[in-house]
């Protein structure tokens, strides 16, 4: 019999086009409720693996095989040492098939020779949930307590009490005391998220705005890679601030950074929450979109008629694919470099606008004959020039 397409739309695409809805028509973050402080970080408390996930759906045969593959392409760029191919075929293989525990060990070996401490911690816990021989199983619960301790090292006992003290304090209102012991807290280890965030929290309590937004910056700096609500909140509290403060306008080049970064997060930078969420819920409805509409083409011996199911035993073969999956992609980077683009150009307009308003008029004035009577003193003049 010729093959059966049939379409399947997951209700997780049911989930994500209606999420995507709401973030694409909610108003931007409410911007006057103050931000709360982190009180944990990276080594802060010893390490327990998440619970595991939920059961992975079934993986149709081609991409059981799909998976080997490059899984397979994985090892063999590992051997070469382009351990940036390997993390993204394995990440890639992760996807294809989330039910083999190898792949999660060997991505989490991977990621730990990238630096990548926290992700490769969890993609050992991950492998250890989904069942490694017990060679792996050993050496990835070995590998996770040694990470947790360099995680713990990394920041000395004294900057760890100064942060505990700068948190106990800003709970009291004594917010000067606060921002001194997370001041020595970055002293002891100046690149420090949390802490700055905690800090530039204070300070923005205290209404030093100015100095709160060089420690918000700052936190950006130190989180590139990162895309999460804490980061986009971040983004959004700069543009709030500087508004409020009338400081110089958002930068057009950080602008531009930040949109290609993550869609929508130029504008929130620069302060335009709605603008922001129209383009963060047209490229996360794009995406969801493409990732839950599945095409699974079935061949059967028995003669199926309408839209009856074919008789397991009579299943030939199956394969699936994801016929959208590659245009939504497209369109995500697409919705992300126009408003990376788009918000560049409102900053650049904004910069340049502050700049004509606050820069005097040049040009050369002229004005007639006139005639000017002081007390018993009178003035008069053929013209006068005036360069301004």
């Known amino acids: ?11 997780q695409l049911v989930r994500g086009i209606l999420l995507s809805s709401f973030v694409f028509c909610a108003p931007p973050l409410a911007a006057q409720e103050p931000l709360q402080l982190q009180r944990d970080y990276p080594g802060s408390a010893p390490f327990v693996c998440p619970a595991p996930s939920a059961t992975p759906l079934e993986v149709s045969p081609q991409e059981l095989a799909q998976a080997a593959q490059t899984a397979t392409e994985a090892d063999n760029a590992f051997i070469l040492g382009d351990y940036e191919r390997a993390e993204e075929l394995l990440a890639r293989a992760s996807e294809l098939d989330p039910t083999r525990g190898d792949v999660a060990y060997s991505h989490a070996r991977v990621l730990e020779t990238l630096g990548r401490i926290q992700a490769s911690m969890l993609e050992y816990c991950r492998a250890i949930d989904l069942g490694v021989d017990d060679a792996s199983l050993q050496d990835a619960q070995t ?14 006992p004294a900057a760890r009490e100064r942060f505990a003290d700068g948190l106990a304090q ?5 917010y000067q005391e606060s921002v001194d012991a997370f001041t ?8 420090w998220p949390e802490a700055l965030f905690n800090r530039a929290v204070v300070l923005e309590r205290m209404g030093l705005t100015q100095e709160s937004l060089v420690d918000y910056r700052r936190y950006l700096e130190l989180r590139p890679d990162e895309v999460n609500p804490q980061v986009a909140e ?20 950080n602008t531009l950074a930040l949109g290609m970064l993550f869609p929508g997060m130029g504008q929130y930078y620069s302060g335009r929450g709605i603008s922001g969420s129209v383009f963060l819920g047209a490229a996360a409805t794009a995406f969801t979109v493409g990732l839950g509409y599945k095409k699974v083409t079935v061949r059967c ?3 199926v008629t309408g839209n009856a199911d074919c008789p397991p035993g009579d299943i030939v073969d199956e394969t699936s694919e994801r016929p959208l999956l590659g245009p939504a992609l497209g369109l995500v980077a697409a919705v992300t470099v126009a ?3 788009e918000g560049w150009i409102r900053a650049k307009r904004a910069r340049q606008e502050q700049e004509r308003n606050a820069s005097p008029e040049t040009g050369l004035g002229f004005s007639g004959p006139s005639v000017n009577l002081s007390g018993e003193t009178l003035d008069f003049s053929f013209f006068s020039l005036r360069f301004r």
Not at 1 to 11: A, T
Not at 184 to 191: F, R, V
Not at 240 to 247: A, Q, T
């Open 184 to 191: 020595d807290a970055l002293q002891e280890y100046p690149d």
């Open 234 to 253: 971040v983004a959004q509290r700069i543009g709030m601030l500087e508004g409020i403060e009338s400081v110089p306008t958002p930068s057009p080049g």
């Open 170 to 174: 800003a709970n009291t209102g004594l």
């Open 301 to 303: 011996l028995s003669d």
């Open 1 to 11: 019999m010729p093959p059966r397409p049939k379409i399947f739309v997951s209700p």
């Open 143 to 156: 590998r996770l307590d040694a990470l947790d301790e360099e995680l713990r090292a990394s920041i000395s």
């Open 339 to 341: 408003g990376a683009i």
